[in-house]
């Protein structure tokens, strides 16, 4: 058997111990300088880390005291949603017992309202008749009328 020296047979001429040596100081500073690099990129990243955990534990503490402020608020929410619904129930049973007599009154209202008008042309008249007859002046008394009176206008 033939024995190997563990080389491979390139045709290629073997490189001196010099040659070795400067190769190999080049590979270790490059080496070096990659790792000074990711010990920068480590240290840097735990740097953040450390602050994002800060950052949870100062988050979590004001997420605890908003919901110890939100206690209340969801019970005020949930009795004014029971206090809506007692409304909407006493309005839906008001509609059904007095609503027609609300609407009846709109039609009241419009029926005392041409009566109010139609008394007051009536009034009017009557003044000018006050005026013709009795020598009546609405906005002042005169010192020789003999008839006594306020004035007065309705609306």
Known sequence: MRRTT???KTGKKPKSRLQHAIEHDRLNSAAGANLSNIKALLT???TRIAILKKEIKI???????LE????PLRKQRDDMEQEKKQLQAFVEDYNKRIGHVDKSYDGLE?????RY???????AKGIQLLIKV???HPTYKRWHDTFSSTPWKPL
């Open 110 to 114: 419009e029926g005392l309202k041409a």
């Open 6 to 8: 563990g080389r491979k």
């Open 134 to 136: 009795y020598g009546y």
């Open 59 to 65: 988050d979590t503490r004001e997420m605890n005291e």
């Open 44 to 46: 840097n990243f735990e």
């Open 117 to 123: 008008d139609q008394a007051k042309l009536k009034y």
């Open 68 to 71: 110890k402020r939100l206690i």
